[in-house]
């Protein structure tokens, strides 16, 4: 009897408190109606008043409201501003309600935007929290404006501040000086345990006091915090030092700026330990000591200039090559054992004799640093690179030098110096001298932290950048912290205009990949342009990944502006000729944007032939120079990709392929493949329609077929249907025909033929953009009987848009 007489009690509160409030709020209603000349309105009721003012008062009756029986606790919860309705989610909850519905209406009367129709929003509470407190932090909402968001009682950004899971930093960095001053210490603790992601949008020149707050409060959530992904979307015109300053945070490196406070949770975590001054060193792999500035400024700078001297030189000059001989190896592009070439411009690498403004400097060198330089040769034929050994005796003087080629000189010679560096028996690679200068040089030549003078810290493992042009700083920055950023797990990097900086990012990765730990597993690189063709691209990249699991690439248009020096056994087009097997790697996804012009299938199946653990290939414009061609990659993958599960072609011309499509359809062991806008049914349909039916009623294992943008019309639609009939062995679930002209009366028929086998419900069917509304009453009975098979998820689409394509099935 304790529980009714408890519900008996708690009724009886709530219905004093509504007498205690009834009259009061009659009164104060009835005076204005009085004076209304439309005479008095109808007064609230009794339990609305009572709800009103007990949400007015929850500070002092929150409690008893907690323990209000659930039918009257779901009628005063719609009352409730949005503090004490996230307060009594858990309540509510257990009392079995559901506040759903009201965090849904807040955020249609409130935020007044739509979600996108691809985001399936599981908690309207979260995602309401989340977005009420980004547009508290920047100030593009005024709390004060509804009732509903303001309550002295609490603090909007600590409240909401626990559902937060990803932030959006945009323009000038606004919310970064909120959130690290000390009224926000707790805000800003809330968000280092509840925050992954970290996104900046629109990012725009930024003052010093700006960038030294986004310090803190990188330091904060990254290195302190739960923070795992970070990324950059549409920055035009990158800032060098912020750019670099976010880079270096999220990797893990912490250098407290001028001026600012030391960290209290540094202190705490380092307490009963000295700070290491070698950790940023560790982090980066260097084997190599502090070198003095002048040699460490020197690489530095041929990094950057590397580049433009390329250009300079004349093609007919002959090239050299730097190789390691404890490994002999060096980077393997497009199937051959191709390296990459310095130019021959100093002397000392040429063999050439001294110019003439270099005597004096000779003179004035010491023996130890003379004693680094090769023999000069009396012939003008150039000579391989010679391997410099470490000096053992004291640095000369620096040297003085006049004259126009004196600087170029000076710069080649430092960088084969800091080669001569490396430990005995070794040689550098040229991707090391050229493409990472950066290791272990005195990053304040180029503007950059001095990493070797940072602690390390967390560092996150998701990194994406998205429309972020990457100058040769930047490339140099971003590919020297990769090289050893162990903890990265998935790479995006879309149209960054890479250029050649895609050798240093080849050169980085190989270096990444041999580190122990290496976890990156996801790498998506897309650009407009490609120094190097985009099958030889993904051969040198699943080389220096082999334990790759995804590969997302694409390149728009091919183009030969940012070709470097072209090696001897490059072909015409300046791709490297050859045909050496790549080694088997761990690719389960492959997916692949090809540019304009036919496709060499066989580098294409040496990709296929090395990835036996291929379970998703997706090709995008695809081209080939034959049916045969295409035939020999589906081919391959029959007998080398024995693991493949799902195949995806997109705006390929398969038109003449036909007798390709039924050998896949025959032989292959998929569960899903997609033929996107491939010209499938342009030739012959009444032929290849039977035969592609035949095929797949006799194809077990395939489970889902889209077919989107093929003109299929209804009659292919009709014959189609064939596949579910009583004597057929298929498994289809799946079937996508969206975009393939396929009119009310067609559709009818299709589901009338359903219904004749009497086909049990196979799944999704998907009918986008057909012609469905020409007869808006036909196409709702053909849905209608439809869904008694399938889930039907159709769109109402203008077909007026699509006239050329009517015309083209007549």
Known sequence: MA????????????????????????????????????????????FELCGRAVSAHMGVLESGVWALPGPILQSILPLLNIYYLERIEETALKKGLSTQAIWRRLWDELMKTRPSSLESVTCWRAKFMEAFFSHVLRGTIDVSSDKRLCDQRFSPLLHSSRHVRQLTICNMLQGATELVAEPNRKVLETLASSLHTLKFRHLLFSDVAAQQSLRQLLHQLIHHGAVSQVSLYSWPVPESALFILILTMSAGFWQPGPGSLPCRLCGEASRGRAPSRDEGSLLLG?????????????????????????????????????????????????????????????????????PSSAPAAASSASPSTSSK?????????????????????????????????????????????????KEDGEEMEIGEVACGALDGTDPSCLGLPALEASQRFRSISTLELFTVPLSTEAALTLCHLLSSWVSLESLTLSYNGLGSNIFRLLDSLRALSGQAGCRLRALHLSDLFSPLPILELTRAIVRALPLLRVLSIRVDHPSQRDNPAVPENAG???????????????????????PRGAQPAPLLCSVLKASGSLQQLSLDSATFASPQDFGLVLQTLKEYNLSLKRLSFHDMNLADCQSEVLFLLKNLTLQEITFSFCRLFEKCPAQFLPEMVAAMKGNSTLKGLRLPGNRLGNAGLLALADVFSEDSSSSLCQLDISSNCIKPDGLLEFAKRLERWGRGAFGHLRLFQNWLDQDAVTAREAIRRLRATCHVVSDSWDSTQAFADYVSTM
């Not at 009886?12 to 309105?41: D, I, L």
């Not at 001297?309 to 390691?324: D, H, N, S």
Request: glycine share 6%; hydrophobic share 30%.
């Open 373 to 421: 330089r090769a023999p000069a040769s009396s012939t003008s034929q150039p000579k391989p690179l010679k391997r410099f050994k470490r000096a053992t005796g004291k640095k000369g003087p620096p040297r003085t030098r006049q004259g126009s080629g004196a600087e170029s000189e000076d710069l080649y010679d430092f960088v084969f110096i800091v080669a001569g560096e």
């Open 286 to 354: 260097s084997r190599r000591p502090r070198r003095d500035a002048a040699e460490r400024c020197a690489a530095a700078l041929m990094a950057t200039r590397r580049k433009s001297e390329v250009k300079q030189m004349p093609r007919a000059v002959p090239t050299t090559r730097v190789t390691r001989r404890s490994t002999q190896e060096s980077l393997t592009i497009g199937g051959t054992d191709s390296k990459f070439y310095l130019p021959a411009t100093s002397y000392e690498a040429s063999g050439t004799k001294q």
């Open 572 to 594: 015409p087009s300046g791709h490297i000729i050859g045909d050496e097997e790549i080694p088997e790697n761990c690719l389960e996804q492959l997916e692949m944007g090809f």
């Open 3 to 46: 529980a009714p007489e408890a519900w008996r009690a708690r009724s009886c509160w709530f219905c004093e408190v509504a007498a205690a409030t009834t009259m009061e709020a009659t009164s104060r209603e009835a005076a204005p109606a009085k004076s209304s000349a439309s005479g008095p309105s109808a007064p609230p009721a009794l």
